[in-house]
């Protein structure tokens, strides 16, 4: 009998531990940051885990004479149901658009949830477009197993329609100009910049108040493009991960990489190796940048062996 109850309780236990989240698990709010523009914003600070149940990155909402464009859709299918539901609060247009800001689950594995709305277009870069059809299945994995079965188990929709260069367009009357990254943050980046409302939608090109993912990267390329982000000089940016700024932000997350950059470099150059050079380079990063990205503690040292690699690569070219 004892045994029974045992069996019973780790069968209860392991049930509970693999749970799926549900879409009022989730306390979504769209704020208006525009005109015609909101942004759902998520408090997490980190990578999906179980306390934040997998939601992890920010959507924005823009608002057209035609309906809505939605620019990423979360970690899992019940996310992006969770995200409509957030919408609905604000708008009943219909959802005409989907936007993917990159490959990386966390912003684009709630598709499958919008696909009941039936958008005209689901968008992304051909290369982000190859990256999920090639990767999709490992993503839902990955974050099963690192959220505690939260975001569940489901078949990923990947965009379909394929943008392929930079370009000017039209959504219903909203001009947007789609930037290309040059694969700054990870492989087919898109940028959406909306210059009738000085709005930029930027994916994980920029994170305000969380230290950036680097493990994609190619940091010399976004340094580069945070200065051509600044030059656009908006007045809301919407970030891939933390809360809504403005153009500040973009000089502050260049400052970042920039000097982690040169860091790394100038440790290179005196023949140290990643982890002879970490310790100095952890302190002087904390130091000048804590405040500002309270989360460095858990990038810095995959970013020093990220970019060691690049600024090893750099030297040879």
Excluded: C
Aim: proline share 4%.
């Amino acid at each position: 009998m004892l045994r029974k109850i045992v069996l019973l309780a780790v069968l209860l236990a392991s049930s509970q531990i693999h749970a799926a989240a549900g879409v009022d698990d989730y306390a979504m709010k769209a704020q208006k940051v525009a005109d015609g523009v909101w942004a759902i914003i998520s408090p997490a600070i980190s990578f999906p885990d179980p306390s934040n149940k997998g939601w992890n990155s920010n959507t924005a909402i823009v608002e057209t004479s035609e309906g809505l464009l939605v620019f990423d859709t979360g970690s899992s299918e019940t996310i992006g149901k969770a995200l409509i539901k957030a919408i609905r609060a604000v708008s009943d247009r219909p959802i005409k658009w989907v936007i993917n800001s990159h490959s990386h689950g966390d912003h684009w594995l709630g598709n499958g949830a919008f696909v009941a709305e039936k958008p005209a277009e689901m968008i992304a870069s051909d290369v982000a477009i190859g990256e999920m059809k090639k990767g999709g299945a490992d993503w839902v994995d990955r974050f099963h197993s690192m959220t505690d079965g939260a975001t569940g188990r489901f078949t990923p929709v990947a965009a379909k329609q394929a943008v392929t260069k930079r370009m000017s367009r039209s959504f219903g009357g909203v001009e947007v100009e789609i930037l290309f990254s040059g694969n700054s943050h990870s492989p087919g980046d898109i940028v959406f910049w909306l210059p009738q409302k000085s709005v930029l939608l930027t994916g994980d090109t920029m994170y305000i108040e969380r230290a950036p993912a680097t493990f994609d990267s190619n940091a010399r390329q976004w340094i580069a493009f945070l200065d051509e982000m600044a030059a656009l000089k908006p007045k809301v940016v919407i970030p891939g991960h933390g809360p809504v700024a403005g153009v500040a932000s973009i000089t502050r997350l260049h400052d970042y990489l920039n000097t982690l950059w040169e860091l790394i470099a100038a440790g290179f150059a005196e023949g140290k190796a990643d982890f002879e050079m970490a310790p100095a380079i952890k302190e002087q990063m904390k130091e000048k940048f804590e405040k500002d990205f309270p989360n460095i503690d858990d990038r810095l040292g995959q970013s020093i062996s990220q970019l060691y690699l690049q600024v090893e690569a750099a030297d040879f070219e």
